[in-house]
């Protein structure tokens, strides 16, 4: 071949490469500049990647094959410098903001009024979901969700309801011998999730909808993208299985006139506000697929790191088991309850350091709604601010030695704006206190009757969707 064409085919590669580089800068940066140079500010650091994917290679690249999440942040800054903690980019499908300080992810989650929460997957959460709606109507869902789960004595019941299927689990994984704990976690968590969201119990019908929910979880952090083969699309087709069922169970419940509140679907559905208003069957509908959806990710997921760093750590273990062990000796009963966990000090520590290191929700969303000048930078209006929970949560710059297992450190309260597991502001979870209580009682089991290693303790970990290791947590199991 001519050597002039090669150069030539290797020139009008170079220009194409370089014309898709540059033209989400070109598009979305340089009219931006002008308002800009206007007031006086700047766009923060950063490059907004190739049209349409953005910057997605650089961060599938760190998440997904590299496996080193935190560098994803930590080569921005060493390439672009700090911005004040933020930086543009194109993630997701949009223009976007990742900030990853204390004082910035503060900002953003307090200031409902300029940065409304908005994921991509608003369509897998539903439209009237607690996730998906504003203002007014959030304050009102999220007063009756908290009403529904979160009252002293919905979690006392609780409490007790879910202890006699975690007691005979606990056994069942001891008969097995060996098992991986990401997936009896995740069957367990649903198990209780059926039984306490609309009564259901384990057997064929639970298991359908637990493989429906699985579907869901991938999508929610998935490019939008709503075609055959794409996450997203297997995500929505699972969603409307989902919301199908939720719709008949409904319609079932209504004929029976059913006037007890027994599950959570129940207390949706009959709860009224101060005016003696209810909930519509959208929003119930809407609102019972979102938060089975979150509940059962997060608790399983913690569930299952819990189990991996106990037995990464030994000498946590044994002070968990000591403590549970005298306190079961001066309690007896086959159960504890939710004042019983109040003085378990050291459980809940546990609890707390899991928390943390689990990081099941690496990050948020939102959407800003005013445009910002924020120390000299300016965040524009429509654009996507992502928060980074995880780079909070695993950086020195927050928490000493922060990969290390150590419960002690909650000795002490946090820093300010470096905790954020269950988020802040008015959008903090509503079931935070739900999650930590099962996650007590199963430890308060697990220590007082069992042991368990690992059989793979060096195994890799894999961060997307979802942070777990590849081998899913293979134990092996037994009681004490």
Known sequence: MDSSLVWLG?????????????WNELWY????????????????????????????????????????????INSKRHKYGDGEGMFRTHLFGSPSIIVYTPQLNKYVLHSADKFVDEWPSVELMGRTSMGAVHGKSHARLRNFVTNAINRPEALRRIALLVQPGMVNTLQSWAQMGKIKAKFETQKLTFENIGKLFVSMEPGPHLHSLDKLFQGILPGMR??????????????????????DFFWMELDKRKNKRRVEKTDLMDGLMQIEDDEGNRLSDREVVDN???????????????????????????????????????????????????????????????????????????????????????????????????????????????FEDPMYFNPDRWNEPAKPGTYL??????????????????????????????????????????????????DGVEIKFSKL
């Open 10 to 22: 290797l020139f009008t590669l170079g220009v194409v490469g370089s014309v898709l580089w540059w």
């Open 29 to 72: 940066v340089v009219p931006l500049r002008i308002k800009c140079s206007a007031s006086g500010t700047k766009l923060p650091p950063g490059h907004m990647g190739f049209p349409f994917i953005g910057d997605m290679i650089s961060f599938l690249w760190y998440f997904k094959f590299l496996r080193r999440p935190d560098d994803f």
């Open 222 to 243: 998935a490019y939008p993208i709503n075609l055959p083969g794409f996450p997203y699309h297997h995500a929505f087709q699972c969603r409307k299985k989902l919301e």
């Open 288 to 398: 019972i697929v979102s938060l089975v959806a979150g509940g059962y990710v997060s608790t399983a997921l913690v569930s299952m790191w819990a189990i991996y760093l106990l037995a990464k750590n030994p000498n946590v273990l044994r002070k968990l088991r000591e403590e549970n062990m005298a306190f079961k000796e001066k309690s007896p009963g086959d159960f504890i309850t939710t004042e019983d966990i109040s003085n378990l000090k050291y459980t809940k520590k546990v609890v707390e350091e899991a928390l943390r290191m689990a990081n099941v929700a690496a990050f948020t969303f939102r959407k800003v709604d005013k445009e910002i000048d924020y120390k000299g930078y300016k965040i524009p209006k429509g654009w996507k601010v992502i928060v980074l929970f995880r780079y909070i949560h695993t950086s020195a710059e927050n």
């Open 421 to 470: 597991v269950f988020g802040s502001g008015p959008r903090l979870c509503p079931g935070n206190t739900l999650a930590r209580i099962q996650l007590a009682l199963l430890l308060h089991h697990l220590s007082i009757g069992y042991k368990w290693e690992l059989l793979n303790p060096n195994e890799d970990i894999i961060y997307l969707s979802h942070p777990a290791p590849g």
